[in-house]
Every structure is written in C-alpha cells, then in structure tokens.
C-alpha cells in the first residue's frame, strides 16, 4: 500500500479565518514531510476564504454524503490512513472506512472536545466554579465518545483532554497528545500571511 492519507473534512480549511483551518494545515504539513500523498475530501463547496490546497500539493476530491458513489471512492483509494476532521465527519463516514477500506488507519483529529467546550460555556453561564461530570451526560457526549472509541487513534489537543478521557474510560492506547503549536515550519505561513514570530514554541 502506498503512503497515503485521505482527510476528510467538514469544509475546507480557512486558515485566515478559524484556528480549526490552522490544526489542520499544521496537520498536512507533518504527513507531507513523512513523504505522504494527501488527499481532501468533503461535501462542502469552496469559498473565498478556503486555503488553495492545491498549491501544497494536495488534490481535493468532492464526495456525496449517504451515496453509495463513496464506497467506491474509499474500496479503490484503499489509503493508508483516513483522517477525520472532528467527530461529525467521522460519524458520518467511519462506518463505510471501516467496511470498504478495513485496512486503513482510521485517525480522529477531535480539534478540542467539542462535549468539553459545550461543558464549559454551561459552566460559565451557570456561574459554577467547578466543573462537573454531570455536564458530560449529553447527546454530543455521548456521539463524541462513541466517535473517539471506535477510531484506531485520536489526536487530542491537551493533557487536561486526555485526563478527562481516561477518567471517563477510554483506553489511554487509542489517545494522542499533540497541542496547537507550531512544532514545525509549514510551508504556506506566507500564504495565508501569519508571522511566525508571533508564536513561542516550547522546546
């Protein structure tokens, strides 16, 4: 099997306008260095502010959600690795990863934990000063944990995150810890115009 990585994402990534589009530049940058082919895929259209993929040597591919048309894409891609943009995306298209591509890596880059944040902000509404277990028995809960156990491996943004996981039982094995920082220089800082003496990077 060759060295490739389809990535599939909600939309696609806006660097100049979210942090979510920085991870996931940052991301690419690090299986583009481990000489991985990329592929990004989504069932989203462009806009003005979706980075030009194609200028770091990505292909980009459109793909239909519930259309069998999918199966055929992922059996004969039959890449090394599927990443999945946040759990949405893994839900939505794991299941066919694991069936017509049972040999691909399926990795879930959460971003941050969506169930956490949603945690938070009702926290912080409800004037609490400490968090609370009780405020993860929620729908989004209960997807996002679902999402994470049946991926081979998901990328967690904070030792705090993994803590919180493993308290809540998932297996430390199918965590792993790398934060949003820029442990290394990608390639396209020009281009999306961020100046990298902004950012301190711990060693």
Same mark, same amino acid.
């Given at each position: 099997?060759?060295?490739?990585?389809?990535?599939?994402?909600?939309?696609?990534?806006?660097?100049?306008?979210?942090?979510?589009?920085?991870?996931?530049?940052?991301?690419?940058?690090?299986?583009?260095?481990?000489?991985?082919?990329?592929?990004?895929?989504?069932?989203?259209?462009?806009?003005?502010?979706? #980075?030009? +993929?194609?200028?770091?040597?990505?292909? =980009?591919?459109?793909? &239909?959600? !519930?259309?069998? *048309?999918? @199966?055929?894409?992922?059996?004969?891609?039959?890449?090394?690795?599927?990443?999945?943009?946040?759990?949405?995306?893994?839900?939505?298209?794991?299941?066919?990863?694991?069936?017509?591509?049972?040999?691909?890596?399926?990795?879930?880059?959460?971003?941050?934990? #969506?169930? +956490?944040?949603?945690?938070?902000?009702? =926290?912080?509404?409800? &004037?609490? !000063?400490?968090? *609370?277990? @009780?405020?993860?028995?929620?729908?989004?809960?209960?997807?996002?944990?679902?999402?994470?156990?049946?991926?081979?491996?998901?990328?967690?943004?904070?030792?705090?995150?993994?803590?919180?996981?493993?308290?809540?039982?998932?297996?430390?094995?199918?965590?792993?810890?790398?934060?949003?920082?820029?442990?290394?220089?990608?390639?396209?800082?020009?281009?999306?115009?961020?100046?990298?003496?902004?950012?301190?990077?711990?060693?």
């Amino acid at each position: 099997m060759s060295k490739q990585l389809l990535c599939i994402g909600q939309v696609y990534p806006e660097p100049a306008s979210s942090a979510a589009g920085i991870r996931l530049l940052q991301l690419f940058d690090l299986f583009l260095d481990y000489g991985y082919e990329i592929i990004f895929a989504t069932t989203s259209s462009r806009s003005q502010y979706s #980075h030009p +993929l194609e200028n770091l040597g990505i292909s =980009t591919v459109s793909i &239909k959600l !519930n259309d069998s *048309s999918f @199966d055929s894409f992922i059996k004969d891609l039959n890449p090394s690795i599927v990443l999945f943009d946040r759990f949405i995306s893994e839900e939505q298209f794991g299941w066919r990863v694991e069936k017509y591509s049972p040999k691909s890596l399926r990795i879930l880059d959460t971003e941050d934990l #969506h169930f +956490l944040r949603m945690a938070r902000q009702k =926290t912080a509404i409800r &004037k609490y !000063n400490k968090f *609370s277990k @009780d405020f993860l028995n929620s729908d989004v809960a209960k997807r996002e944990l679902a999402s994470i156990m049946r991926s081979d491996l998901s990328l967690i943004i904070s030792e705090v995150e993994i803590e919180i996981l493993i308290n809540l039982g998932v297996n430390s094995s199918l965590l792993f810890y790398i934060p949003f920082i820029f442990l290394f220089l990608p390639r396209h800082w020009r281009a999306i115009g961020v100046n990298k003496e902004r950012f301190s990077v711990d060693s």
